[in-house]
T-cell receptor, first 114, second 112 residues
Framework: NAGVTQTPKFRVLKTGQSMTLLCAQD?????MYWYRQDPGMGLRLIHY???????AKGEVPDGYNVSRLKKQNFLLGLESAAPSQTSVYFC?????????????FGQGTRLTVV | RKEVEQDPGPFNVPEGATVAFNCTYS??????FFWYRQDCRKEPKLLMS???SGNEDGRFTAQLNRASQYISLLIRDSKLSDSATYLC?????????????FGTGTRLKVLA
């Protein structure tokens, strides 16, 4: 069982380039999330989605866009990459209802912007 | 004030020791609480949820103190394999928003 799958696993971008990170989940989860993790900062929420066709801003949304055209996929876009976006990006999904519902994470994407 | 705060550590303890971590949260309406474990360069994985009455899973015990707005994790009989970063996670209580807010994590190193 795949769970949450992120592609690509690694990427190096030049400043100003664009790219899209793909997250796919096969658990029929309603909620999906994009986080970034930087040393000493913990995981910070970029954007999230509570269902197909809906997205919302998290804590650090600037410089990123997202789309949730299909329930199983959540795309994170960087239109013009900056060195400050060098980070590890994690996608997560959850059922989203009830107390103590677990979030499942993908293996992460290591992005370097030079 | 951060929504979720943890002591970053590191906590260096010998094998067999008991170690405890605390985490404070700012939103008194928070409904759900978790401890996640993250190994170096890996994704976070659920260690255990934290229930109002406290709960135990083998060597791990989690407690919730709503009055003081903190949760704790106790690890007994530490193993080398417990070395990891432990992340405190809180879901604030706003209806219709199911966002997982993470602390910065507490690093644990168990020494032989």
């Amino acid at each position: 069982n795949a769970g949450v799958t992120q592609t690509p696993k690694f990427r190096v971008l030049k400043t100003g380039q664009s790219m899209t990170l793909l997250c796919a989940q096969d658990m029929n989860h309603e909620y999906m999330y994009w986080y970034r993790q930087d040393p000493g900062m913990g995981l910070r929420l970029i954007h999230y989605s509570v269902g197909e066709g809906t997205t919302a801003k998290g804590e650090v949304p600037d410089g990123y866009n997202v789309s949730r055209l299909k329930k199983q996929n959540f795309l994170l876009g960087l239109e013009s990459a900056a060195p400050s976006q060098t980070s590890v990006y994690f996608c997560a999904s959850s059922y989203g209802r009830g107390l103590n519902t677990e979030a499942f994470f993908g293996q992460g994407t290591r992005l370097t912007v030079v | 004030r951060k929504e979720v705060e943890q002591d970053p550590g590191p906590f260096n303890v010998p094998e067999g020791a008991t170690v405890a971590f605390n985490c404070t949260y700012s939103n008194s309406a928070s409904q759900s609480f978790f401890w996640y474990r993250q190994d170096c360069r890996k994704e976070p994985k659920l260690l255990m949820s934290v229930y109002s009455s406290g709960n135990e899973d083998g060597r791990f015990t989690a407690q919730l103190n709503r009055a003081s707005q903190y949760i704790s994790l106790l690890i007994r009989d530490s193993k080398l394999s417990d070395s990891a970063t432990y992340l405190c996670v809180v879901i604030p209580g706003s209806p219709g928003t199911y966002k997982y807010i993470f602390g910065t994590g507490t690093r644990l190193k168990v020494l032989a």
